[in-house]
């Protein structure tokens, strides 16, 4: 199976035969990817070498012109490194574009904390207007891509990741998807993105309502309502509690319970692997079924 970071360059190149007004920056990091668009496309495939600041800027520059900027890079280089640009540049500007990272929590651990973003979404969620996309599985990916390019001139950000569930799930970009329903009231468990196999795994038996999560913005207040659950559990695969504020407030008229789940804030300073750093945060199927099964009893 392709990873989503594929499914993204291959989706793209052929978005940018599609569609006159798409451009796409880079920042170095993908550009391979993309020769033979940037052959066929040169004004509209850019590489800005390694200047974050302006890969974010250059794609708001182009925004303002009329064109539909996709800006890439890993997160930590798109979000963190250029905040202000992010900020400023697309937000005060009020111009629309498409941010797509990879490499976001602990993708690549040999790469260091400095390769590392799980304060990502926390950060955009200072912001406003931003959409949000986590898909969890390639194909996922291409279709919240494609939601993206075509949301007018919004503000997206695509957060990809080399972690991908079995299977793809219907997804709309807006909606929570049920994909396991517990008895009425029943506590629910979101589970954002790629760690809805794992959660899967650590609730099989537990009477509770699963939810999928692949756009946690703007979040589906009346989704989770609508499952009648008045214990919740959040279970991110970026910083533990990112959604505890969007959770609470769909469920501000009624006494509630939440448990946030996801990476924690120390910095884990070992490499290890993917595996070994999900586990580590409690994110694994064994730790997750712990701790949601001492918080649902």
Do not use: C
């Not at 800005?48 to 012109?65: D, F, H, K, N, S």
């Amino acid at each position: 199976m392709d990873t989503m970071r594929d499914r993204f360059t291959d989706v793209t190149t052929r978005l940018l035969d599609e569609d006159p007004r798409l451009a796409v920056v880079l920042a170095e990091i993908g550009a391979a990817g993309f020769d033979t668009a940037r052959a066929r496309h040169p004004d509209r495939v850019v590489n800005v070498g390694i200047r974050e600041q302006l890969l974010v800027g250059a794609g708001a520059g182009m925004a303002l012109t009329g064109l539909r900027p996709i800006v890439h890079t890993f997160a930590s280089f798109l979000v963190e490194r250029p905040f202000e640009q992010v900020k400023l540049d697309f937000g005060h500007q009020g111009v629309g574009g498409v941010l797509v990272s990879a490499y976001g929590s602990y993708d690549w651990p040999a790469g260091g904390f400095t390769h590392m973003a799980p304060g990502d979404v926390a950060l955009m969620d200072t912001l406003d207007g931003w959409t949000v996309h986590v898909p969890g599985h390639p194909d996922e990916a291409e279709t919240l891509l494609r939601h993206a390019v075509a949301a007018g001139d919004d503000r997206v950000y695509v957060r990809l990741s080399e972690q991908s569930n079995a299977a793809p799930h219907p997804v709309d970009g807006r909606t929570l998807t049920t994909v396991r329903r517990g008895s009425p009231g029943a506590s629910a468990v979101v589970a954002v993105g790629p760690l809805l196999d794992g959660v899967l795994a650590a609730t099989e038996g537990l009477d509770v309502t699963v939810l999928y999560a692949t756009t946690p913005r703007p979040f589906d207040a009346a989704g989770l309502r609508a499952t009648g659950a008045t214990d919740v559990v959040l279970v991110e695969p970026y910083l533990a509690g990112t959604s505890s504020a969007v959770a609470a407030e769909a469920l501000s008229d009624v006494p509630h319970r939440l448990l946030a789940l996801g990476t924690g804030r120390a910095e884990l300073r070992r490499y290890g692997t993917r595996d070994e750093h999900l586990a580590a945060h409690g994110l694994d199927a064994a730790s997750l079924r712990e701790r949601i099964t001492a918080f649902t009893r």
